[in-house]
């Protein structure tokens, strides 16, 4: 990292310093989750849907996104971290609102899939497709080297916090 003076660069200081230390990096990454939630709330609201139930179109979009014409209700379920009823009862409410279908398994004749609907796909394009712009013209302006770091750093922060998870005691 080159050190930067007074007026150069972003002109940005870190606790009176010009050089950012760990401290910096965390409190970037906690306005960085607040936008990213707040996002998140503004996006609930104007789809009129709730957490979960945009997390399961999400999860639903990008199944169809890497070829998968859908998921079953248990794999669905098992993502959210929800009860087979609870399920149930979140399938009926985006089906009822047209954002998902059931449909037969592509294999099992015995089997439903649940599958985002192309309006669904629309609404979430027209909602989120200027924020998601944005977000690749920033991510584009990184070399490869500082994305490569990037994504390092963010993957040893996932895994810090899944170990937290994993023990539940704080280490």
Same mark, same amino acid.
């Given at each position: 990292?080159?050190?930067?003076?007074?007026?150069?660069? =972003?002109?940005?200081?870190?606790?009176?310093?010009?050089?950012?230390?760990?401290?910096?990096? @965390?409190?970037?990454?906690?306005?960085?989750?607040?936008?990213?939630?707040?996002?998140?709330?503004?996006?609930?609201?104007?789809?009129?849907?709730?957490?979960?139930?945009?997390?399961?179109?999400?999860?639903?979009?990008?199944? +169809? +996104?890497?070829?998968?014409?859908? @998921?079953? %209700?248990?794999?669905?379920?098992?993502?959210?971290?929800?009860? %087979?009823? %609870?399920?149930?009862?979140?399938?009926?409410? @985006?089906?009822?609102?047209?954002?998902?279908?059931?449909?037969?398994?592509?294999?099992?004749?015995?089997?439903?899939?649940?599958?985002?609907?192309?309006?669904?796909?629309?609404?979430?394009?027209?909602?989120?497709?200027?924020?998601? +712009?944005?977000?690749?013209?920033?991510?584009?302006?990184?070399?490869? +080297?500082?994305?490569?770091?990037?994504?390092?750093?963010?993957?040893?922060?996932?895994?810090?916090?899944? =170990?937290?998870?994993?023990?539940?005691?704080?280490?």
């Amino acid at each position: 990292m080159t050190t930067r003076t007074a007026g150069e660069g =972003a002109g940005y200081w870190y606790g009176g310093r010009a050089e950012p230390g760990s401290v910096d990096v @965390l409190n970037a990454l906690r306005d960085y989750r607040a936008s990213e939630a707040a996002m998140r709330r503004r996006t609930r609201s104007s789809m009129g849907m709730g957490e979960t139930d945009l997390l399961a179109l999400r999860y639903l979009l990008q199944a +169809q +996104q890497s070829g998968k014409p859908g @998921l079953g %209700s248990k794999e669905l379920g098992a993502r959210l971290g929800i009860s %087979s009823a %609870s399920m149930t009862t979140l399938i009926d409410r @985006l089906s009822k609102s047209g954002h998902v279908e059931r449909r037969p398994h592509p294999t099992d004749r015995r089997a439903l899939i649940v599958a985002a609907t192309g309006a669904s796909n629309e609404e979430v394009r027209e909602t989120l497709g200027a924020m998601h +712009q944005r977000m690749m013209a920033a991510a584009a302006t990184l070399s490869p +080297q500082e994305a490569l770091t990037v994504i390092e750093f963010l993957r040893r922060m996932s895994d810090a916090v899944d =170990a937290v998870e994993e023990h539940g005691d704080g280490r």
